[in-house]
T-cell receptor, first 112, second 111 residues
Framework: DTAVSQTPKYLVTQMGNDKSIKCEQN?????MYWYKQDSKKFLKIMFS???????INETVPNRFSPKSPDKAHLNLHINSLELGDSAVYFC???????????FGQGTRLTVV | GEDVEQSLFLSVREGDSSVINCTYT??????LYWYKQEPGAGLQLLTY?????DMKQDQRLTVLLNKKDKHLSLRIADTQTGDSAIYFC???????????FGGGTRLMVKP
């Protein structure tokens, strides 16, 4: 009965590889987000989708590409991984834009 | 742009009250939120306050809002070791389409 679930929880990979993180929500929400949390715990918005439409695309390298096949899923694909991409990535959803967000457990990405 | 600020660290003894403070910039925010993040976990919504309220109480949690000073606080009564976590305040951004988070306050509760 997990509300927002992300896979994998941990991801260790070498520089230059391409990887994907998947996110699914079963709350019936219209809006989904990707946030990045750095080592100092700062949370920065990366992307937001509303009803499969891209709403927010912050200053993120174009190596990061979100994909929303349907309202319940927002996946994050990262090409040519770099050391600086190491962080915890959180998926979240909300009933509509700008309301309280419900978070997944996070994916800890380590690039070596 | 939006800027939400919090102090980085707070240490209290078990049984004492904790007060975590936050300042925000967007006076048009309709709701302000407090989230809790335990180690290795995601953010959990703790409570929220509507902008036309001054105070909201929810069991051990009391949220105070000073709109004039754009200051939000979270008081935890009878703090327990299980309250040790990082607490984030958040406001709705200017465009109304996402939450902007503060940097988080790490609460350490000593037995």
């Amino acid at each position: 009965d997990t509300a927002v679930s992300q896979t994998p929880k941990y991801l260790v990979t070498q520089m230059g590889n391409d990887k994907s993180i998947k996110c699914e929500q079963n709350l019936g929400h219209d809006t989904m987000y990707w946030y990045k949390q750095d080592s100092k715990k700062f949370l920065k918005i990366m992307f937001s989708y509303n009803n499969k439409e891209l709403i927010i695309n912050e200053t993120v390298p174009n190596r990061f590409s979100p994909k929303s096949p349907d309202k319940a899923h927002l996946n994050l694909h990262i090409n040519s991984l770099e050391l600086g991409d190491s962080a915890v990535y959180f998926c979240a959803s909300s009933t509509r834009q700008g309301t309280e967000a419900f978070f997944g457990q996070g994916t800890r990405l380590t690039v070596v | 742009g939006e800027d939400v600020e919090q102090s980085l660290f707070l240490s209290v003894r078990e049984g004492d009250s904790s007060v975590i403070n936050c300042t925000y910039t967007d006076s048009s925010s309709t709701y302000l939120y407090w989230y809790k993040q335990e180690p290795g976990a995601g953010l959990q919504l703790l409570t929220y306050i509507f902008s036309n309220m001054d105070m909201k109480q929810d069991q051990r949690l009391t949220v105070l809002l000073n709109k004039k000073d754009k200051h939000l606080s979270l008081r935890i009564a009878d703090t327990q070791t299980g309250d040790s976590a990082i607490y984030f305040c958040a406001e709705v951004n200017n465009a109304g389409n996402m939450l902007t988070f503060g940097g988080g306050t790490r609460l350490m509760v000593k037995p």
